[in-house]
């Protein structure tokens, strides 16, 4: 990033007035050959940006954003839930009305090799995940690369998350069994990989 290093700075250094440095910056006015390549090249030693030029990089940048949004689906939960696919079609839904395209990224538990390419491609504006998983690599594989994330669900650090209260249902559920007189009650859930999951088995203790 350029220096934060005024007109007149330059301009003193090199023995010449501001107004001439400016054109000489600018490429415009009378300016001699010689003196604009003597003043581009000192504003080129020491990084010297002109409000102009800072301008054009930040609209540059702008337009340089892909239009494209992952989401990311688990290839071992694909078939288990309509849930995920509700979550794909509302996202996708809401993503094609802010002018927003889809790709949907498969990956395995833990796993973030499927997102390197379209991410090194600079393909990607952000990333959906259906499923907040502990300890996921891809998290701070995409932190790094400073593409943001949001997560369908909870304990994900530095992420947007969207969750419903899992733990409080769960609760509430295994409470009511409790009062309506059962006794012996099984609690059957998924890998404890998922923070989901752990969520629903902390609400059945806690009902019971």
Same mark, same amino acid.
Request: aromatic share 6%; charged share 20%.
């Given at each position: 990033?350029?220096?934060?290093?005024?007109? #007149?700075?330059?301009?003193?250094?090199?023995?010449?007035?501001?107004?001439?440095?400016?054109?000489?910056? @600018?490429?415009?006015?009378?300016?001699?050959?010689?003196?604009?390549?003597?003043?581009?090249?000192?504003?080129?030693?020491?990084?010297?940006?002109?409000? @102009?030029?800072?301008?054009?990089?930040?609209?540059? #940048?702008?337009?340089?954003?892909? *239009?494209?949004?992952?989401?990311?689906?688990?290839?071992?939960?694909?078939?288990?839930?309509?849930?995920?696919?509700?979550? +794909?079609?509302?996202?996708?839904?809401?993503?094609?009305?802010?002018?927003?395209?889809?790709?949907?990224?498969?990956? #395995?538990?833990?796993?973030?090799?499927?997102?390197?390419?379209?991410?090194?491609?600079?393909? +990607?504006?952000?990333?959906?995940?259906?499923?907040?998983?502990?300890?996921?690599?891809?998290?701070?594989?995409?932190?790094? #690369?400073?593409?943001?994330?949001?997560?369908?669900?909870?304990?994900?650090?530095?992420?947007?998350?969207?969750?419903?209260?899992?733990?409080?249902?769960?609760?509430?559920? @295994?409470?009511?069994?409790?009062?309506? *007189?059962?006794?012996?009650?099984?609690?059957?859930?998924?890998?404890?990989?998922?923070?989901?999951?752990?969520?629903? +088995?902390?609400?059945? +203790?806690?009902?019971?």
């Amino acid at each position: 990033m350029g220096k934060k290093i005024r007109l #007149n700075e330059i301009a003193k250094e090199l023995n010449i007035s501001p107004t001439t440095v400016s054109r000489a910056l @600018s490429g415009t006015g009378r300016v001699s050959s010689k003196t604009r390549q003597k003043v581009l090249a000192y504003a080129e030693t020491i990084d010297y940006r002109s409000p @102009s030029q800072n301008k054009f990089n930040a609209k540059n #940048n702008q337009s340089s954003r892909s *239009g494209n949004v992952a989401i990311v689906l688990s290839r071992d939960l694909l078939y288990e839930s309509e849930f995920f696919h509700l979550c +794909l079609l509302g996202a996708a839904s809401a993503l094609a009305d802010h002018g927003y395209e889809t790709l949907l990224i498969l990956c #395995n538990t833990n796993e973030y090799e499927p997102l390197k390419p379209a991410v090194e491609k600079g393909m +990607l504006d952000g990333v959906i995940f259906t499923r907040a998983i502990a300890h996921e690599k891809s998290f701070s594989f995409l932190k790094k #690369n400073r593409i943001p994330v949001v997560v369908v669900g909870s304990g994900v650090k530095n992420a947007l998350m969207v969750d419903t209260n899992t733990a409080l249902a769960c609760r509430e559920l @295994s409470s009511s069994m409790v009062n309506s *007189g059962c006794r012996n009650i099984a609690y059957i859930g998924g890998s404890m990989n998922y923070n989901v999951n752990a969520k629903r +088995l902390e609400g059945v +203790l806690m009902g019971i």
